[in-house]
Each structure stands twice: as structure tokens, then as C-alpha cells.
């Protein structure tokens, strides 16, 4: 019997994200004026604040820094946790906002206290004190530090120093210098973006950026927009106004990193839109070989199903599971196996049911697939657990993943279509190196899974149970 070397893909169609969570890296090294300034231990620990909505990173600096090395006067205020810079602007510790006579401006994160120190965001020097600095990440030449090289701005660029950042104020011209190699999933779903939608982007300022409407309209949100006034509101609740990044809801107003801009006629907003004004988590995935080196945004929100144009209908005890090709009736009473799985007949029939809809097309060494998920009904705990193995003819070893979802997060390879059909371009595997293309498959229910399901979408060979196996 011929071995094939079998490249498995799994794929969670009911997706459990880890959040990433805030992480900080202390390898940062800050230059003045191509100077490099020595931060004493008691002054505190500059320090780069990486999260799911700026990927890029906040410099954070100890407010020390600010009046030791930058010369700047700062005066404190223990009790109103308050710290005056230059007699002229006012910070407060947990509030992101920069204060002055003239004009506010926001901060992306709130200043705190840590270890005993006062800590700002480098936001505070480049916005309100005329600083302007170069970026560089780490690498073997900067001996893997992070390096920030402040520059005083000359007079002629003070006087227009706030044109970006200006709250309240005229529509600004958005920096486009721009990384564009960004995706945005829904629950796992890859979004299936058209240029009449727009498309998301990292901005200079590492603010990751949506465009709004096709965003909303996807979660389900009712998207209005005032011409006159260039405000968006949505479902008649929060409103944002383009040129500013302050949103306003019903009872307060929430300061966002960036500003709605308008771009190439459609409305984006900061990433921070979805996650601390609609209340949906954020999973982000760096650019790794595994997803093509693309920046991956997920959009979560617990106990939510994204939307589906034909979800299951309950009728007592039996819901109707609409297929490409029919219905499929789950009894729960004669269908669930006292262990509660799903039992075999029923699981094959509605495994089938999934891959039926499966269309494979080859061009060259282009593989198309366009397929059909039936939905489930989660409110009872049921989903499925299936994958697309690529079998690669013996000797040609394994393939980069052309699957759905793996350990390693959502494939870029998959759009979600507006019509509720996923669809996948993959051509990344010369066509001559795979033997099979293999769909699996189970149902679980509570814990419980069903029966084994497998078939080979070049012939259609079929199989089902623990043992299957369809390879000569």
C-alpha cells in the first residue's frame, strides 16, 4: 500500500480566540537631536506598549524625562494627581486628555502611576511640545533595541504643529504613509473586501484603520452619515465627525488614537472604534509565514454568530438545518445518543450536507474552492470540527496551509461572501506535488463528537467512521 504523506489542516469553525494581550518591551533607547539621552534608573524605564488596536506600539516615557532631559518645567500635584508642563498644559493621571487654555488634545493612553512614578505617552512631547521623531524597530544593527530620535520642530512647523491632532477643530489631511497588507476577520470569517468597500490599513501613527460602514454593516449595525456635518452615527447612539477622534455616545465622550478620516470617499476610523465603543474583542496576529505575512485582525464578540442568511429554524424539539441542497431535519430526542453526540446516521447526512456544497475548480496551479457551511444551531452547543488536507504525493513534502483555521490562527486564504458561501484561492503548491485534496469532518455537540467523516474532493470517494482511510 502506497504512503502518502498526509498535510493536515484543521480548522474550528466555531472559533475560540485568545485575546492578545497588552505586552511591554523595555529595549527602547531615546535620542535627542541624534543624541543619545541616559535615563537613570529613578527617573524610570521608558517602554513600548503593544496592543491588538496599535500593533505598531505607544511609547510610553517616564514624565521625568520630560523636565530632566527634555528641560521642560513640570510641576506636580499629589493630591489632584495632576502635573502642570510649562505653566500651559495640564495632564491628570488616568485621564486621556492634555489640557490647555487654547485647545485639548487626546491621548491614546491614559498617564499613570507605576512604581511610583508618573508615566506618559511619548504623544504628550511630539503633540502639545513641538516635538517631531523618527521610528526605527529592532534590528541587528540598532543591536535589537527600539530607537526613538526626537527633533525640535523649527518655529514654521510649531506654529501648524497641531494641524494633525487638533480636537474640535477644521477636517485635517490623514497620513497616509500607510502599511496596506492588513485583513479583517469577523469571528474567523475572512471579510470579503471590494474597492467599493475600502480596505483596512496601518497608519504612520500605528493605528490600525477600518472602513466603517461595511464594517458596521457586517456586525449588524445601522450606519446613518450627515453630509453637511461629515458625521457618521451609529445605530442612532455614538457619533464620530470626520477630522476628530473623540466619540460621542449618549452619556459621555470617548478619545479614540486617531481621527475618522475620509479616504478615497469612504469613512475610516481608528480600530479602537469597534473595541471600546461597540464592546467587540480583538484578536490580533502578526505577519508570519503561516498567513502570508499579513496583519490579521479578528473582530469577536462573545455569544455572537455572525450573520447568516439562513440560520437554523427551531420547531420544539427538531430544528431545520438549511443545506445547499435541502433541509435536513435534528430530532434532539432521537437523533443525540445518550453520551450526546450527534449519532452516526445523522451526522453523516448532515456532514454530507456540508460537503456537497464543496466546488472544486483548477486552473494551472490556481485551486479554487467555494463551499457551503450549513449553520448549526450553537444555541444548543453544536458545531462542527472539520479541516482540508492537502495529500501531497510521496517525496514532495508538506505545503504552507490552505486550510480555514489551524492552531495558528484564521487562513488569509478565506473570504466569507456577501451571499454566505466561503470561498478559497490558494496557489501556493505547484498542482503536480498533491495527490488528494481530503475534506474531514465531525459534529460536536456539549463536548461530545460525532462519527468521523472523509472524502476526496478529485474523485469523490467517501468514507465515514474512526478507521476510514480512502488512500490506495
Known amino acids: 500500500m502506497r504512503k502518502a504523506?498526509?498535510?493536515?489542516?484543521?480548522?474550528?469553525?466555531?472559533?475560540?480566540?485568545?485575546?492578545?494581550?497588552?505586552?511591554?518591551?523595555?529595549?527602547?533607547?531615546?535620542?535627542?537631536?541624534?543624541?543619545?539621552?541616559?535615563i537613570r534608573p529613578e527617573q524610570g524605564i521608558p517602554y513600548i506598549n503593544v496592543s491588538t488596536l496599535n500593533p505598531i506600539g505607544r511609547i510610553i516615557i517616564p514624565l521625568d524625562f520630560v523636565s530632566e532631559s527634555l528641560g521642560h518645567k513640570v510641576e506636580w500635584n499629589e493630591v489632584a494627581q495632576t502635573a502642570i508642563i510649562d505653566s500651559k498644559y495640564k495632564i491628570k493621571i488616568g485621564k486621556r486628555l492634555i489640557e490647555s487654555k487654547d485647545i485639548n488634545y487626546g491621548f491614546g493612553y491614559e498617564p499613570i502611576i507605576k512604581d511610583g512614578k508618573v508615566y506618559v505617552e511619548l504623544r504628550l512631547v511630539t503633540?502639545?511640545?513641538?516635538?517631531?521623531?523618527?521610528?526605527?524597530?529592532?534590528?541587528?544593527?540598532?543591536?535589537?533595541?527600539?530607537?526613538?530620535?526626537?527633533?525640535?520642530?523649527?518655529?514654521?512647523?510649531?506654529?501648524?504643529?497641531?494641524?494633525?491632532?487638533?480636537?474640535?477643530?477644521?477636517?485635517?489631511?490623514?497620513?497616509?504613509?500607510?502599511?496596506?497588507?492588513?485583513?479583517?476577520?469577523?469571528?474567523?470569517?475572512?471579510?470579503?473586501?471590494?474597492?467599493?468597500?475600502g480596505y483596512p490599513f496601518i497608519d504612520g501613527q500605528g493605528n490600525a484603520m477600518i472602513p466603517l460602514r461595511v464594517i458596521c454593516e457586517k456586525l449588524g449595525h445601522k450606519l446613518g452619515w450627515d453630509q453637511i456635518t461629515q458625521t457618521a452615527t451609529i445605530d442612532g447612539k455614538y457619533s464620530i465627525t470626520i477630522g476628530r477622534n473623540t466619540v460621542r455616545t449618549e452619556n459621555e465622550s470617548i478619545i479614540m488614537d486617531g481621527k475618522a478620516i475620509t479616504k478615497d470617499g469612504k469613512?475610516?476610523?481608528?480600530?479602537?472604534?469597534?473595541?471600546?465603543?461597540?464592546?467587540?474583542?480583538?484578536?490580533?496576529?502578526?505577519?508570519?509565514?503561516?498567513?502570508?505575512?499579513?496583519?490579521?485582525?479578528?473582530?469577536?464578540?462573545?455569544?455572537?454568530?455572525v450573520r447568516s442568511l439562513n440560520p437554523p429554524i427551531r420547531e420544539g424539539n427538531t430544528y431545520k438545518i438549511i443545506t445547499e441542497s435541502g433541509i435536513i431535519e435534528l430530532n434532539l430526542d432521537t437523533d443525540i445518543?445518550?453520551?450526546?453526540?450527534?449519532?452516526?446516521?445523522?451526522?453523516?447526512?448532515?456532514?454530507a450536507g456540508f460537503y456537497d456544497s464543496?466546488?472544486?475548480?483548477?486552473?494551472?496551479?490556481?485551486?479554487?474552492?467555494?463551499?457551503?457551511?450549513?449553520?448549526?444551531?450553537?444555541?444548543?452547543?453544536?458545531?462542527y470540527s472539520a479541516s482540508l488536507s492537502a495529500?501531497?504525493?510521496?517525496?514532495?513534502?508538506?505545503g504552507p496551509d490552505m486550510g480555514f483555521w489551524s492552531t495558528g490562527g484564521p487562513s488569509p486564504f478565506v473570504t466569507l461572501r456577501d451571499d454566505d458561501y466561503m470561498e478559497i484561492d490558494f496557489n501556493e503548491i505547484s498542482i503536480s506535488d498533491i495527490e488528494y485534496?481530503?475534506?474531514?469532518?465531525?459534529?460536536?455537540?456539549?463536548?461530545?463528537?460525532?462519527?468521523?467523516?472523509?472524502?476526496?474532493?478529485?474523485?469523490?470517494?467517501?468514507?465515514?467512521?474512526?478507521?476510514?482511510?480512502?488512500?490506495?
Do not use: C, W
Not at 453526540?341 to 456532514?351: I, R, Y
Not at 475548480?361 to 474552492?369: A, E, K, L, Q, S
Open 391 to 398: 495529500i501531497m504525493k510521496p517525496g514532495r513534502g508538506y
Open 267 to 305: 469613512t475610516y476610523v481608528p480600530l479602537e472604534l469597534i473595541n471600546e465603543v461597540l464592546g467587540y474583542e480583538i484578536d490580533y496576529r502578526e505577519p508570519i509565514q503561516g498567513n502570508r505575512y499579513t496583519h490579521l485582525i479578528n473582530i469577536i464578540k462573545k455569544d455572537m454568530v
Open 127 to 197: 503633540q502639545a511640545l513641538g516635538y517631531e521623531y523618527d521610528y526605527e524597530k529592532p534590528n541587528i544593527d540598532n543591536g535589537f533595541n527600539y530607537v526613538v530620535n526626537l527633533k525640535r520642530k523649527t518655529q514654521a512647523q510649531n506654529n501648524g504643529a497641531f494641524s494633525f491632532v487638533r480636537m474640535n477643530t477644521d477636517i485635517v489631511t490623514p497620513n497616509y504613509n500607510s502599511i496596506t497588507n492588513v485583513r479583517i476577520l469577523i469571528n474567523g470569517s475572512s471579510l470579503d473586501l471590494a474597492p467599493k468597500h
Open 5 to 38: 504523506i498526509l498535510f493536515v489542516i484543521t480548522f474550528i469553525l466555531t472559533l475560540s480566540f485568545a485575546i492578545v494581550a497588552n505586552a511591554e518591551e523595555t529595549n527602547i533607547k531615546i535620542y535627542l537631536e541624534g543624541k543619545e539621552q541616559i
Open 358 to 383: 464543496i466546488k472544486l475548480t483548477i486552473n494551472g496551479d490556481n485551486i479554487n474552492i467555494i463551499m457551503y457551511k450549513p449553520e448549526l444551531p450553537t444555541d444548543i452547543g453544536m458545531d
Open 337 to 351: 445518543d445518550r453520551y450526546g453526540a450527534v449519532n452516526e446516521e445523522k451526522a453523516e447526512e448532515l456532514l
Open 437 to 472: 485534496i481530503m475534506f474531514s469532518g465531525r459534529i460536536n455537540h456539549k463536548g461530545a463528537t460525532s462519527i468521523r467523516y472523509i472524502a476526496i474532493l478529485n474523485n469523490n470517494k467517501r468514507a465515514v467512521g474512526e478507521n476510514a482511510y480512502l488512500f490506495d
